[in-house]
């Protein structure tokens, strides 16, 4: 009799060894499942977000096209009264300068502005001399005025 009781005395403890790993591979499992599905719940997130951006994004450069659309018509009708009342007014067209949405044909009817002071024959700021030629010599401002004096120059305070 001792015999079947021992033998059920092992396969109850198998069952609970069998138990226990089974719920810690249960446990491992699921926090990995869980990492994995908010994972995925924030990549979802993530997508929704940039779409709604693309969503906004289209809509501010459509109403962005919209207003260029607009002050290009208005900029056309100022432009033709200009000119009716130009004709109105006996002016010469080639005294109005139409205007051009081409900006290097604008930019080459406007040359650019010399800025004062500033000539071909100036020396720059940073110019030193050394009083022949206008050359730098190797050894400029390398000289102390001290050692040209005869003094032995002071060291260094620290």
């Known amino acids: 009799m001792e015999e079947p009781g021992l033998q059920l005395t092992f396969a109850l403890i198998g069952i609970f060894i069998g138990m226990a790993i ?17 994972m995925k719940l924030e990549l ?35 432009d033709q009264g200009l000119h009716r009342q130009a004709k109105t007014w ?16 604008t930019a080459a009817r406007e040359p650019l502005a010399q800025t004062a002071g500033s000539s071909e024959g100036e020396r720059p700021k940073d110019y030193a001399a050394d009083g022949e030629g206008g050359t730098l010599s ?4 390398l000289k102390n005025k001290a050692s040209d004096a005869g003094q032995a120059p002071e060291p260094p305070r620290y």
């Open 90 to 105: 006996g002016v010469a067209d080639d005294v109005l300068i139409s205007h051009d949405n081409n900006p290097l044909r």
């Open 138 to 141: 190797e050894d400029f401002g």
């Open 22 to 38: 089974g719920a810690f591979g249960h446990r491992l499992l699921s926090r990995s499942q869980r990492q994995v599905s908010s």
């Open 44 to 78: 979802l997130e993530s997508e929704r977000r940039i779409a709604a951006l693309k969503a906004d994004m289209q809509s501010h450069l459509g109403d962005t096209h919209r207003r260029i659309d607009g002050v290009r018509h208005a900029l056309a009708e100022l």
